[in-house]
């Protein structure tokens, strides 16, 4: 919290907690000085000449003059390396013990003295001197990591460390968590301390509430993903390379990562972008999969302060027919804003409210903060210290920071005790009528007047045991949260899936739920930033995401707040949010064209509600995010590496946002294909840069040719839309049907389509096409033809359908017994010609 930002509080809720921050901020540092003094004398270290080396499974050790190094090859072709002993356990970032080791890996000599390790995707190479190279299976080198350097205490203490590397020069850098300036990382040095910037962010601000060091890397020799396992603070600083720099020389892109302790051990996973993520989450853990509803459009506000208010709003959008799924209620509701209470005289009948809004279609969703008012009149932290539940300090005094409701304590969540105390806390949420929850503050925040706005970095926390301090735990405070209440709730209501988001995180914390964006600054380089982290979050395995659609602190123009909307459509999280001084959300408070504009945006929405389902399946069945970017299928593609303002919502739909004032045409690079443009109509060849329409009512999205999208139908039953192929090139599509809210084992559904003889051809593989299909695209109103199996009785059966084509041709269908095939069309499918790469093609 900087100056401007104390100013800002203290204005709103007074001088007398103002002046709390200050002695906070300076209790933290007397407790840091006193329990960690300075590192004094050091002494450098780097691993030496090499002596020798010992087989094991999946690789083996070498050993070196002043360390040795581990390397293991995973089952699946993960491969783990770690220096001075490091195990790949214990770790927050996995869901349990670590993978197998994959017997066909086998350490053997190298070149020059070195060693080797031979895998199906990788060969790790280790040079005599600690360098490490992972290679292609075709000998490209894709990374070289230099031998590290330690800096050991003389009197003893905490090792830190640094690791240089070098990547190639047309390397682009992605990841490290959540990076409002991404998600390309330029040029800088990134820090991993997870940090609340303050009441707001833009592009500028870094850290911010979700940092990991997690680094994908895409270049023309392939992509690769690093993790380094330590959750420390540190700071990773890169540098992208330069093509003939130098007389004609590469400059190789550099990494350097310096960490303040704990173990230099790493993993890391090579192959196409969609391998990578698909290895990445079969070592972190599937993300969790939001129940049906949770993917819908949500609302919130700090501040809404009555029962009365939030009827209110959600009446707005039943009169005016706007879908709405999700109402979410801040701190506001809570009695003096401590958590697992609710303000009996603001909501009477808390559960009550919530079954009325259930039986409208509408969920309430509950904000949960970890900070507990340190008080003898709180029954949440009376229960909290009978159970020694707290964090302590170095003289083991509970540690006490400044939050919402004054003076409060800090629950370890890295203590499993702990999290099965507060997981069973969720219990009075859930008595409440609420369907989920929402962390926040999570970091963990203590209000300061100065400095680190987060507990000493010398309070003691638990660590499964073994013991240590913040330094250490900061980092995973969020997750470990997060694991409390997801496992809580689980517990309390097994036959549902639990739906929880938090704003604070770790490598690994999909396992659990998703994030936000936080105090996303309301302006346009805010709106820029609410894409840029939630493509950066997918790319580290969080697949669930989104901004406060509006900004958080400020009023946006009409302009900027449907732009935003429009944006937050087709993002997996879409929810509109804002500070208690900042406004309203409501869509019709910009006036009738905003209204009419959102109203599409959540019209849509719902329409693609089957996709989204499918979507949220298979990003936990593959690792794949929901919103890609454009590059996802095409990484050799340098101009995609280098678009930020599009992105792909799985394999069929290109989004393009509008992220300035005043644009109402914009360009948009596409990758390889045809492309239809889903309200004009207008046809699109990639890869190549195009200019489309994007009018205020609507932003572009384009489909891809042949794609196979399930949606809902007009009847509100399931339709699948495939846009036309061309001709003697194949689509197809994924479908995953809603199972329902609980653990339901569900049916993936591939589709092909084809265009056969004039007609578009869909196919089921293993079975028949049992629902209405809509063609569209390239003019063809005409003939499809949906074919399956045989019927099981082999009897005719008739039906009727609608079809569509380049816009909304309607075609009359029949479904035709004895094949199981369903055809649909009355004119032939006819190919247009090559279009001018423009709007309205």
Known sequence: MNGRDLVRSVKLVGSRRGLRTVRSAWRRARADA??????????????????????????????FARSELRIRV?????????????????????????????????????????????????????SRHGAVELRTPGGVVLRRELPPRWWEPVAGGDVRWVQRSEVAADARFFGLGGRAAGPRLRDGSYALWNTDPGGRFGPGDDPLYLTMPVQLVVADAGTHLVFYDNSWSGEVSLREGEEGAGAGHDRPGASQVRMDGGPLRCWAVAGTPARVLAGWSALTGA??????WALGPQHARWGFGSAREVRRIVAGYRERGLPLSVLHLDIDHYDAHRV??????????????????????????????????????NAVYESGRAVGAFVRDA??????????????????????GVREWWGGLYAERLAQGFSGVWHDM?????????????????????????????????????????????????????EERPFLFSRSGWAGMQRYGGTWSGDVATGWPGLRASLALVLGLGLCGVPYSGPDVGGFDGSPSPELYLRWFQLGAYL????????????????????PEVLAGARAALVERERLRPYWVTLARLAALTGAPYVRPLWWSAPG????????????????????????????????RLPPGRWYDTVSGAVYEGPGRVVVEAPLSRVPVLARAGAVIPVRGADGGPELEVWAPVAGSPGGGTVVRDAGDGWEPVRVERYTSRLEGGRVVVERDGGAVDCPVRVRGAGCGGSAVAAGEPAVDGLGVEGEGEGGGGGEQGVAGRLVGGGGRRERGDGPCREEPEEEQVAGG
Do not use: K
């Not at 960690?36 to 499974?57: D, H, I, K, N, S």
């Not at 999570?442 to 987060?454: I, K, M, Q, T």
């Not at 660590?463 to 735990?473: C, F, I, Q, T």
């Open 34 to 63: 006193r329990a960690l003094p300075g590192r004094g004398a050091e002494r450098a270290r780097v691993p030496g000449p090499v002596t020798g080396a010992e087989p094991g499974p999946g690789g083996g050790v070498v050993r």
């Open 395 to 416: 003289r083991g005094r509970e540690v006490r920071g400044e939050v919402w409701p004054g003076v409060c304590a800090y629950p370890d969540f890295t203590d499993a």
């Open 74 to 126: 995973a089952v699946g072709g993960a491969v783990f390396w770690g220096w001075d002993g490091a195990e790949p356990g214990p770790s927050y970032a996995l869901p349990g013990e670590a993978p197998d080791a994959d017997p066909r890996a086998v350490l053997e000599p190298g070149t020059d003295g070195g060693w080797q390790v031979v895998a199906e995707r990788l060969t790790v190479a280790v």
């Open 637 to 668: 593609d340098r101009g995609l590496r280098d678009c930020e303002d599009a992105f792909l919502l799985g394999d069929a739909l290109l989004v393009a946002p509008v992220l300035e004032p005043g644009v109402v045409r914009r360009a948009v």
């Open 340 to 377: 697992f209470t609710v303000d009996r005289g603001r909501f009477p009948d808390l559960p009550g409210l919530a079954g009325e809004l259930r039986e409208a279609g509408v969920r309430l969703v509950s904000i949960v903060d970890p900070a507990v008012a340190a008080d003898g009149g």
């Open 442 to 494: 999570n970091e963990p925040v203590s209000f300061a007047a100065f400095g680190d706005p987060s507990l000493p970095r010398s309070a003691r926390h638990v660590l499964e045991g073994r013991g240590g301090d913040h330094r250490e735990a900061h980092n995973v405070y969020g997750l470990a949260m997060a694991r409390a209440g997801y496992e809580g709730l689980a517990r309390l209501r097994p």
């Open 287 to 292: 993300a969790a999969v939001p129940p049906s």
């Open 572 to 591: 997996p999280l879409f929810r509109t949010h804002a500070a208690v001084d900042a406004g309203r959300r409501e869509p019709w408070e910009f006036g």
